[in-house]
């Protein structure tokens, strides 16, 4: 009987093969036709063995999102319960998952298989399977076609060679290619009797979609999560969720022995799906898949790195010494034996398209500890100042790639982004001509928001989800459910959504942006995954930045921050100001109109051009010693805030190796595991340092035996723990939190404690230490990253000392740092500014630094109260766009004098009033009809309306 069995089941191979051509026949074939034949039936029945569970072509995960409940992790561990040893995993409009998948799916002893599940809303189409890597590319391609530009997905599936298609049983077309299937779910076999499909066999696989878990582990739960979720989905309560959003509650994976009696009637349906599978493989490695080549030729780029190079050494180091020649000499050799030749160009040509637009930029990260690129002048820190060690950046044993971090203004990073975009990817648009695309992040449900989401799908009243949706302490992240949500007067519908919302912690909502990463590739982006297209218009990847490096994407950080935006708006009011001594009265010819009086800019001849960038001559500046010296810093970026400005103070900072310190001890991961307080007591008592452990005294003398950058936790690991580098990196990528679930880290983790036993360290002390690495995984600080952050800081804090005016006014323009406006504003007063209110007449659309004698010239004309002028203040304008609206009649029959001085834009009245009351200044009438704020100071900022928008609600009114 069991050969005869046998035999059966090869005809029904061969039929599948006949009809796929024969072109999928694999060694397991050829292996179970030798078995079939053979005459020992122990033979035949291993051969079946090996072949069992090869049927679930359409698995879902949590990446189908609010739809799938399981981790692909996961998924892999409920397969090996079950004895599937390969099957496909097609989530809906999604290939997030695939790249854990194909990583993980060995450990368990399952082959993968990646594909993707189209729809029209709830309406399966059909379900796309690669055969291949070039087949999934494919399928990415036509997913992203409808993803980026809305394109309607084909009801019937286009002719794609390297992907077999899978019909639903109840829309599938009548003539089908020979890569194309029908799928009959066990529900449809009842129906399949009397349809003509039943003569075409050959056509026809099992199709047994997952979803949840096998309800033996978990009974009910699975399917009520899917449901939940798919309520949430649809934005409205579970009564009213339609049927066919639902999947059938028998969707979770069985052993071969369950597929086989569920299919007993129609077994050829189950080994058709066999070779299906068996002819279906993909796999991803780590190597290198950024763009190969900057100018299309490796030699090229080669010597344009090493040319470029030595150039920016003479610009940095003009007597370079022998130190900084080996220095430059050793990166150059290890960046071109691991291939980062044009990782380096490509970062280089983004920063030199950002000098010749003029834009801010700061290179930071573990990047700045490259002489290399600051020798490009990718990054400004001098690494040997610091003596900063490039395998930070980039060492043979690091396996992963590493990446720059640059900042632009928030005002010009997206013109970086267009630059890039435009350069890398084909101007039609089309999927499969993107080499680069931003990065996504996966948003996940956490407490109070899984609370709110589920109590309005169960119809809760307001009142009581707030209630439930409070966290212990603010602590939404960490799922702590409130006293209220853990106390026994809830009823059941109460404790259901409280039990269910933790289920749902940790699961992907739906697809985020990174920050700044963005991916250039060598091979099109859709090779890895499928694209997307937010409302802001750029492409992004459906996988994050984890999923990028262990595919070996090289990331580039192209970041944003209002810190370079004050410094930028700062320098060209002090570079490019209007000198009134070029203005005269004739400017303004009669007939005068809002357009005649834009101010033309031109560069001041009273006071020296600021170079923002000569950080050495700010490093040795007097004045700026003095402002870290008393924490004087507010508005200067990233040591603004009360803490910072309470540790320099406490640190007595006056000088670069002691701020950069600073920035990086007031990360919360060293603040919040007590380091940070121990560096204090023992930079400040020398005694204290004797307390140290003497292991980690001797491996950062530095820093007093207190870690401090990421780089202390790599020595620490590696010189304490005996740890080599490339576990040493893999516990700096630990810091993680994400990636310190993986089973890696883990053996590293036992690893470390298991050579402190060995080394005999004191009880307790390894594990204090373990404690003190893994604290670092709240946001911690490579020493480069703080170096580049200092320079920052330096260059704030120089435009303060000695620009306090106009550097205010770029802080406020660029809404604040760590305060409101209006703080600002009471700063600029400190610093000798009179604010006044708004006026329809001289406001511009923010804050503006206004000369005393143009306010005197106004006052002639009648337009401003000449009580508080002083004629020796400085004349500044913010420069601002060209107006064209034209003004009323009767302000054209004033004549000029009534035209107003000044081109201003404005906002609300009453919100300026409001602000500069909280300011703490008295009022005075204003002729323009609002307040003005007076001290008897040297300039004025004013806060106002654009007169342009006053036109156009004038005309409205009319």
């Not at 899978?166 to 349809?195: D, H, M, W």
């Not at 039990?499 to 590739?521: D, E, N, S």
């Not at 004191?762 to 200092?790: M, T």
Request: charged share 25%; net charge neutral.
């Amino acid at each position: 009987m069991e050969a005869i069995a046998c035999r059966r089941r090869s005809a029904g191979v061969a039929r599948c093969e006949e009809a796929t051509g024969g072109s999928h026949r694999s060694r397991s074939h050829t292996r179970f036709a030798e078995a079939a034949k053979a005459d020992s039936p122990q033979a035949a029945q291993s051969a079946i063995q090996n072949q069992q569970s090869l049927m679930f072509l359409n698995c879902h995960s949590w990446f189908s999102f609010k739809y799938g409940v399981m981790k692909p992790e996961a998924l892999l561990e409920e397969a090996a319960k079950a004895g599937v040893r390969s099957f496909a995993l097609t989530d809906i409009h999604c290939s997030a998952g695939v790249p854990d998948f194909v990583r993980d799916a060995p450990r368990y002893g399952v082959r993968p298989v990646a594909g993707i599940e189209f729809r029209d809303g709830a309406k399966l189409l059909y379900i796309g399977i690669a055969k291949s890597n070039a087949g999934f590319q494919r399928l990415n391609e036509l997913l992203s076609a409808h993803l980026l530009d809305d394109e309607p997905i084909p009801t019937r599936a286009p002719e794609l060679n390297d992907v077999f298609f899978i019909y639903p049983f109840s829309n599938a077309p009548q003539q089908l290619r020979v890569n194309e299937r029908v799928g009959i779910k066990p529900s449809e076999l009842t129906r399949l009797a009397f349809s003509p499909w039943a003569k075409r066999m050959n056509d026809l696989v099992a199709l047994m979609p997952v979803t949840f878990q096998n309800p033996g582990s978990s009974p009910g739960r699975g399917w009520n999560t899917h449901r939940l979720l798919r309520t949430v989905a649809q934005n409205t309560v579970v009564s009213k969720l339609p049927k066919d959003e639902l999947a059938e509650q028998d969707e979770f994976l069985r052993s071969e022995e369950e597929v086989r009696r569920i299919y007993r009637d129609f077994p050829q349906l189950v080994d058709n799906a066999v070779p299906l599978l068996e002819a279906c493989n993909i796999a991803f490695d780590g190597s290198d898949k950024t763009r190969a080549a900057f100018t299309n030729d490796e030699r090229a780029d080669r010597e344009q790195l090493y040319r470029d190079a030595l150039e920016g050494l003479k610009y940095r180091y003009p007597n370079a010494s022998a130190k900084v020649m080996a220095r430059l000499w050793h990166e150059l050799d290890v960046i071109e034996k691991m291939g980062f030749v044009s990782y380096f160009l490509i970062n280089q040509d983004i920063v030199n398209y950002a000098r010749r637009r003029g834009f801010f930029h700061v290179g930071r990260g573990s990047g700045a500890n490259s002489l290399v690129a600051y020798c490009l002048r990718i990054t400004d820190v001098d690494p040997m100042e610091l003596d900063l060690y490039f395998e930070r950046f980039i060492n043979p044993a690091r396996k992963k790639p590493p990446d720059f971090d640059i900042d632009f203004s928030w005002k010009d990073r997206d013109e970086v982004y267009r630059y890039v975009f435009a350069k890398y990817n084909a101007a039609d648009g089309r999927p499969g001509g993107i080499h680069a695309a931003q990065i996504a992040t996966y948003t996940t449900f956490q407490w109070r928001g899984a609370i709110r989401e589920l109590g309005k799908a169960v119809g809760l009243p307001p009142a009581e989800i707030d209630a439930l949706s409070e966290g212990d302490h603010g602590y939404y992240s960490r799922g702590r459910p409130s006293a209220h949500a853990k106390s026994g007067e809830l009823d059941k519908v109460a404790q259901a959504v409280i039990r269910y919302g933790q289920r749902l912690i940790g699961m992907p909502h739906h697809l985020g942006i990174h920050a700044g990463g963005i991916v250039i590739t060598e091979k099109p982006v859709a090779h890895f995954t499928a694209l997307f297209r937010p409302p802001k218009g750029f492409p992004v990847t459906q996988i994050s930045m984890l999923e990028c490096e262990d595919l070996g994407l090289h990331k580039f950080d192209l970041l944003s921050q209002r810190g370079l935006g004050h410094i930028r708006d700062a320098v060209e009011l002090v570079n490019k100001t209007q000198d009134t001594s070029h203005k005269t009265q004739d400017l303004r010819p009669e007939g005068s109109s809002l357009e005649t009086c834009d101010l033309d800019l031109v560069t001041c001849d009273f006071r020296e051009a600021v170079d923002i960038h000569d950080i050495p001559r700010f490093k040795e500046d007097p004045a700026i010693k003095e402002l870290l010296r008393t924490g004087n810093t507010i508005g200067c970026f990233y040591v603004e805030s009360p803490a910072m400005r309470m540790l320099l103070k406490k640190l007595k900072v006056e000088d670069y190796l002691g701020l950069v310190a600073a920035s990086s001890i007031i990360r919360p991961g060293v603040a919040e595991s007590g380091m940070m307080r121990e560096y204090l007591l023992r930079h400040n008592d020398p005694e204290r340092r004797k307390l140290a452990p003497k292991r980690l005294l001797e491996i950062m003398p530095e820093t007093y035996g207190v870690m401090v950058y990421q780089e202390d936790v790599i020595r620490v690991v590696h010189l304490y723990g005996g740890l080599d580098l490339e576990d040493s990196d893999t516990v700096r990528r630990g810091m993680n939190i994400r990636y310190r679930d993986r089973p890696e880290f883990k053996v590293v983790e036992q690893k470390f404690f298991t050579n402190c036993k060995r080394m005999g360290y004191p009880p307790g002390e390894a594990e204090e230490v373990w404690r003190q690495i893994q604290s670092f995984a709240s946001f911690s600080f490579a020493k480069g990253h703080s170096a580049s952050y200092a320079v920052e800081s330096y260059q704030s804090l120089y435009l303060k000392a000695h620009h306090p005016l106009e550097f205010l006014v770029g802080v406020a323009n660029n809404f604040g740092g760590f305060y409101r406006t209006e703080f600002y504003l009471h700063e600029a007063k400190r610093a000798g500014a009179m604010v006044e209110a708004p006026c329809v007449n001289t406001s511009e659309e923010l804050c503006c630094s206004v000369h005393q004698n143009q306010r005197m010239r106004e006052s002639e004309n009648g337009n401003t109260n000449t009580q508080h002028i002083n004629a020796s203040t400085r004349n500044l304008h913010l420069p601002g766009p060209r107006q064209h609206q034209e003004p009323r009649e009767r302000d054209r029959a004033a004549g000029p004098e009534r035209a107003p001085p000044q081109r201003t834009l404005r906002r609300s009245a009453r919100l300026a009033e409001a602000r500069a009351f909280a300011c703490g200044a008295s009022a005075h009438p204003h002729p323009c009809g609002g307040i003005a704020l007076h001290r008897q100071e040297q300039a004025a900022i004013a806060v106002g309306p654009h007169p342009a928008a006053q036109a156009r609600a004038r005309h409205r009114r009319w």
